[in-house]
Structure formats: C-alpha cells, structure tokens
C-alpha cells in the first residue's frame, strides 16, 4: 500500500509570492490534515480537510488556504509570501473513526528568500 | 483550552530505560498517540492508547491514566537510533490532533 505522497520536495520562491503544495493521501483514507513545522520547533496545526469540507483550521492567517478534491488529495496555497514562512510543511492522513492514527507524508520543505 | 505538555529535551545512555512523561488537557478524549521524528524527517506512528493501562510493543510501551490527564513513553534497551523527537498528540472529540510541542531524546554511547 503506498504511503502518503507530497510535491515537491523542496520548493524556493522570494518574499511576496505564491506556493502550492499538494499531497496524496493513503488510499481508502478520507481526511487531509496540513501541518507546519519551523525549524527545530513542534508541529503547529494548519488546516483538516474531510470529505471535501474544511472542517478545522488553526491560528493562521487567511493567506494561508486550500482545498481538498473528489479523490481526496489536497493542495495548500500560501500567498504573499513572509520570509517566516519558511518551514517544513507536512500533510497527514488518517480515517474516520476515532481510533485511527496520522500516517504522515514526507513533508515539502519551503524556503522563502 | 487545549494543551498538552512534555518534557523540552531528555538524555539517556545506550542500553538504558527512559520514560518521556506527556501530560494534557483537551476538549475530550479520543485516544493518546505517540510518534516518532529524527531530525529532517516525517513522524511516524509508535503507539495508540484509549483506555487506561499499560500497552507494550517490543522495545516501546505506552501507559495513559485519563482520570489524570497523563501518559508515559517508555524505551526500553535504548539505542543510538532512538535518537529523536517524541511527540505526544491527543485526539479530542471534534476528531482534532493536538501535538505537544515534542521531546527531544540524546542516547549517549
């Protein structure tokens, strides 16, 4: 069974512009979770993505959105970009119900210049 | 509020046991995870409680007490690979993951 799948690995863009990060779940699994991890630093929580809907997103500010499609892959988009943006972004899935872990892709490290 | 706290960083020696302590408050209780991170790579899945008790799996067990808000990590037979970042994430009853901010284990030879 393939793993969760993020793209790109690594992605550079200079202050004020766009990134689109996209991620794959696990088949069979329907929520979409977004975290991002600076450097040396815990996992903060971004967006929960579930069938579609946006059903939690953390203390982050609006330029920071997505979306997940029919088949379940997700995309997050972070605009004007912030040199502070620099950070490890990790996508995880996981089914519903309550006793299923996070299985956690490979992360997209993101360096604002 | 939620919050879920852990030890900042821990060090132990090779063949040594150590316990990495987790304690929380959310809104509701579905469940206690504990995952593995080395350093510039993605967590992985180490345990799973949501009753009270003690669960063992090889080298790694896991304890919760939900009266008190708390849970253990046990490593047992510590190698040079056990060093990493232990994160604790509680799941509540909105099926949100909350993550502790992750203890970061040295395992000295």
């Known amino acids: 069974e393939a793993g969760v799948t993020q793209s790109p690995t690594h992605l550079i863009k200079t202050r004020g512009q766009q990134a689109t990060l996209r991620c794959s779940p696990i088949s069979g699994h329907t929520s979409v979770y977004w975290y991002q991890q600076a450097l040396g630093l815990g996992l903060q929580f971004l967006l929960w993505y579930d069938e579609g809907e946006e059903r939690n997103r953390g203390n982050f500010p609006p330029r920071f959105s997505g979306r997940q499609f029919p088949n379940y892959s997700s995309e997050l988009n972070v605009n004007a970009l912030e040199l502070e943006d620099s950070a490890l972004y990790l996508c995880?899935?996981?089914?519903?119900?309550?006793?299923?872990?996070?299985?956690f892709g490979p992360g997209t490290r993101l360096l604002v210049l | 509020g939620q919050n879920i706290d852990q030890p900042t960083e821990m060090t132990a020696t090779e063949g040594a046991i150590v316990q990495i302590n987790c304690t929380y408050q959310?809104?509701?209780?579905?469940?206690l995870f504990w995952y593995q991170q080395h350093a510039g790579e993605a967590p992985t899945f180490l345990s799973y409680n949501v009753l009270d008790g003690l669960e063992e799996k090889g080298r790694f067990s896991s304890f919760l007490s939900r009266s008190k808000g708390y849970s253990y990590l046990l490593l047992k037979e510590l190698q040079m690979k056990d060093s990493a970042s232990y994160l604790c994430?509680?799941?509540?009853?909105?099926?949100?993951?909350?993550f502790g901010p992750g203890t970061r284990l040295s395992v000295l030879p």
């Open positions: 995880a899935s996981s089914r519903i119900p309550s006793g299923e872990t996070q299985y």
């Open positions: 994430a509680v799941k509540d009853y909105g099926q949100n993951f909350v």
């Open positions: 959310t809104s509701g209780f579905n469940g």
